[in-house]
């Protein structure tokens, strides 16, 4: 039975009827950070909880990529292809240079430490957008209980100078994060309170202005149900793909739910891959999957 749920006739038009979800490993402890590079035809993503960077290909497997991690949770690729991340335990921003050296590009704002940088994304300006909630240093679980010092808040980074610009800080808890495909809007997923009986489940979107200086208030975008979600990537067309607790949800820029690709494990971070980007990776919990789709992501991950 094909993994899908069709609830609008567009998602028809993005989903195999013969492409099974595949499981590419199991295992791990809690899965996020997925980023593929292509010109390694390869997948990076975060084995949160157990400290490390994991890697795959289609022909060579699993394997470990870096470990310790500093308790690396979200990726990206900045616009020279270098590989951005975000550490909880360091409370930073960091690049791997193409040396292999990593350099943090930010830890501080304002003197005071950053929280634990949950996810980041890359504009074509350069410019470097991450989420600083408090998650990841709540528990020793995911890095290591350490006491904030800022509020969660949405930064934007600007690797010329190493400024840091707060864009948005009236969040419980802002976490996945994806510009459309003009860079016209930002969605941000915000996830507070996510085991309370009334968690904050939604995504809003931004108004992005004055040439990425500047965002308009937020406004609620969609609503997630069930579950919350935490990580998301565009497609080509601008549609959202969403973690879920019950799987993957394919919204459209209208805030329309088009359609689901259920998961068995709670799905936590995504990303497209592949030939033509129309492979979709999937973070769910302790498992790894992979789903071809009749579509493609965005060329900005
Ligand atoms: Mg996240």
């Known amino acids: 039975m094909a993994p899908f749920e069709i609830l609008d006739e567009r998602f028809r038009h993005y989903v195999l009827a013969n492409a099974p979800l595949v499981k590419l490993g199991e295992g791990f402890a809690w899965l996020e950070g997925a980023v593929w590079f292509a ?6 993503f975060s084995d949160l909880p157990n400290d490390r960077i994991m890697r795959w290909t289609e022909d060579g497997g699993m394997s470990v990529f870096r470990r310790p991690s500093g308790f690396a949770n979200g990726h990206t690729r900045d616009v020279q292809g270098r590989l951005i991340g975000c550490s909880h335990q360091h409370r930073c921003i960091t690049r791997t240079e193409l040396d292999g050296r990593i350099t943090v590009l930010a830890d501080r704002y304002g003197g005071k430490r950053l929280n634990s940088p949950n996810d980041v994304i890359c504009r074509s300006d350069g410019t470097i957008w991450f989420s600083d909630p408090h998650y990841g240093i709540n528990t020793d679980y995911e890095g290591g209980k350490q006491i904030p010092e800022l509020p969660p808040t949405l930064y ?3 690797p010329k100078d190493g400024t840091l610009r707060v864009m948005a800080d009236d969040f419980e808890g802002p976490n996945g994060l994806a510009f459309s495909p003009d860079e016209r ?3 941000v997923a915000e996830s507070g309170r996510q085991f309370a009986a009334d968690p904050v489940q939604h995504i809003r ?15 609620i975008f969609h609503t997630i149900t069930p579950g919350f979600a935490d990580g998301f990537r565009l497609d080509q067309d601008g549609n959202l793909w ?3 607790g019950d799987g993957v949800h394919c919204i459209a820029p209208d805030g329309t739910k088009l359609g689901s690709i259920s998961v068995p494990f709670t799905v936590s971070n995504l990303t497209f891959g592949g030939r033509n980007r129309c492979r979709l990776f999937i973070c769910a919990s302790h498992t790894l999957f992979a789903i071809y ?5 965005a060329e900005r991950p």
């Open 39 to 44: 010109d390694q035809d390869c997948l990076l």
């Open 156 to 158: 934007r980074l600007d």
């Open 185 to 187: 809007l930002l969605y």
């Open 205 to 219: 979107v931004f108004d992005v202005l004055d040439e990425g200086k500047l965002l308009s208030a937020g406004r």
């Open 242 to 244: 969403s973690s879920a």
């Open 293 to 297: 789709t009749n579509q493609r992501g």
